[in-house]
């Protein structure tokens, strides 16, 4: 089975341009995290989906990141303009019914460069 | 505010040791405690969790010892093999409805030497 599926695997872009992550949740998963994960602050909680809903966007850092579930299977976290202190691993995670577990599953991660 | 304290960072044992990683919470409130397994270049993979019912789960070699009053859990991993060299984070949450988010400790890199 395919799990999390996340692009691009690597992105190295410059300060100020526009920087798209794109991530494909397990079938069938009606949740779907984004996280950041620096050495400093480690692993943090952006914005969490719920049935294609954001439910909670508490965590992103300011206006310049936005992120969109269009659909069931299809999520994007965008960084306009992207600056180096952006540069991190992002993961998206999905989890199947919150009500009955909370199990998460990660993706592989997108590493963003900033120069 | 870190809600979820880990120690140590880093962590070096023999094949065969005993590994314990610590965490303490503040939040009263959390009442799922999973611990997760990171290797180089992936995401972080659910191990094991508990729930605060219990003192002590056990799957495998990986054991989850609670202690409620002290609000503090960690893990220990039986027999090491050099295999579960990888970043080990604690993390917390209050579970159910939209109580979905999980607070994770800084995590702890553990090296087995073969």
């Known amino acids: 089975d395919a799990g999390v599926i996340q692009s691009p695997r690597h992105e190295v872009t410059e300060m100020g341009q526009e920087v798209t992550l794109r991530c494909k949740p397990i079938?069938?998963?009606?949740?779907l995290f984004w996280y950041r994960q620096t050495m400093m602050r480690g692993l943090e909680l952006l914005i969490y989906?719920?049935?294609?809903?954001?439910?909670?966007d508490s965590g992103m850092p300011e206006d310049r990141f936005s992120a969109k579930m269009p659909n069931a299977s299809f999520s994007t976290l965008k960084i306009q303009p992207s600056e180096p202190r952006d540069s991190a691993v992002y993961f998206c995670?999905?989890?199947?019914?919150?009500?009955?577990?909370?199990?998460?599953?990660f993706g592989p991660g997108t590493r963003l460069t900033v120069l | 505010q870190q809600q979820v304290k880990q120690s140590p960072q880093s962590l070096i044992v023999q094949k065969g040791g005993i590994p314990i990683i610590n965490c303490a919470y503040e939040?009263?409130?959390?009442?799922?405690f999973p611990w997760y397994q990171q290797f180089p270049g992936k995401g972080p993979a659910l191990l094991i969790a508990?729930?605060?019912?219990?003192s002590e789960k056990k799957e495998g070699r990986f054991t989850i010892s609670f202690n409620k009053s002290a609000k503090q859990f960690s893990l220990h991993i039986m027999d090491s093999q050099p295999g579960d060299s990888a970043t080990y984070f604690c993390?917390?949450?209050?579970?159910?409805?939209?109580?979905?988010?999980?607070?994770f400790g800084k995590g702890t890199l553990l090296t087995v030497n073969p």
């Open positions: 993390a917390a949450s209050m579970s159910g409805g939209s109580n979905y988010k999980l607070t």
């Open positions: 995670a999905s989890s199947p019914e919150l009500a009955k577990t909370d199990t998460q599953y």
């Open positions: 989906f719920n049935n294609n809903v954001p439910i909670d």
């Open positions: 939040n009263t409130a959390f009442d799922y």
């Open positions: 079938s069938g998963h009606n949740s």
């Open positions: 508990i729930r605060p019912d219990v």
